[in-house]
């Protein structure tokens, strides 16, 4: 496997299931992302690890629990979702560090809420 | 704050036309620049990107050139075909980790 793979690709869920995403990079890279892309809306930043230690929370739903165990691995977990949190939800990792680095994505999870 | 602003869309051109995508950001400091694409189905791929200002980034035949008088970075491609259907995003990163500022996209769609 080359840079970041997520799984699964598609995934339905009722608004009482609890899943869970998972992301994987194999850039040796030290920083990753967690993005929902939504229709017609901007890619919006969710949750930034640094060295596993989470640095940003934008403002983002307790129904959504980020898991970082190590750098190369990135998960989400979900419970008791809403209709409208269902996107595209979009894996990155980068380079960590002052120097500005860019974000290399993996395809993303097609998220349904039903 | 970090932002993009880039042009609104859809863009739909015939195949082999001229291309040009305008990005524009306002960012304290000085901030890396980048192009991103994104294919129907897909996540988001590096398209380009420039470091300093006069920078051209270039890739695939796309090009743009880091304008820091006008604070902008345009995308163009001379001539484009019908698999740069896409949606083009340009996005700033100035103190590097999570702080990526995104513009909304351009949905580009050429037709042969």
């Known amino acids: 496997e080359t840079g970041v793979t997520q799984t699964p690709r598609h995934l339905v869920m009722g608004m009482t299931n609890k899943k869970s995403l998972k992301c994987e990079q194999h850039l040796g890279h030290n920083a990753m992302y967690w993005y929902k892309q939504s229709a017609k809306k901007p890619l919006e930043l969710m949750f930034v690890y640094n060295f596993k230690e989470q640095t940003e929370n934008n403002s983002v739903p307790s129904r959504f629990s980020p898991e970082c165990p190590n750098s190369s691995h990135l998960f989400l977990h979900l419970h008791t979702l809403q209709p409208e949190d269902s996107a595209l939800y979009l894996c990155?990792?980068?380079?960590?560090?002052?120097?500005?680095?860019?974000?290399?994505f993996g395809p993303g999870t097609r998220l349904t809420v039903t | 704050g970090n932002s993009v602003t880039q042009m609104e869309g859809p863009v739909t051109l015939s195949e082999e036309a001229f291309l040009t995508i305008n990005c524009t950001y306002t960012a304290t400091g000085y901030p890396s620049l980048f192009w991103y694409v994104q294919y129907p189905g897909e996540g988001l791929q590096l398209l380009l990107k420039?470091?300093?200002?006069?920078d051209k980034g270039s890739n695939k035949g796309f090009e743009a050139t880091y304008r820091k008088e006008t604070t902008s970075f345009h995308l163009e491609k001379g001539s484009v075909q019908v698999s740069d259907s896409a949606v083009y995003f340009c996005a700033l990163s100035a103190l590097g980790g999570g702080d990526m500022r995104f513009g909304a996209g351009t949905r580009l769609t050429v037709k042969p």
């Open positions: 990155a990792s980068s380079q960590a560090g002052p120097k500005t680095h860019e974000q290399y």
């Open positions: 420039a470091t300093k200002a006069d």
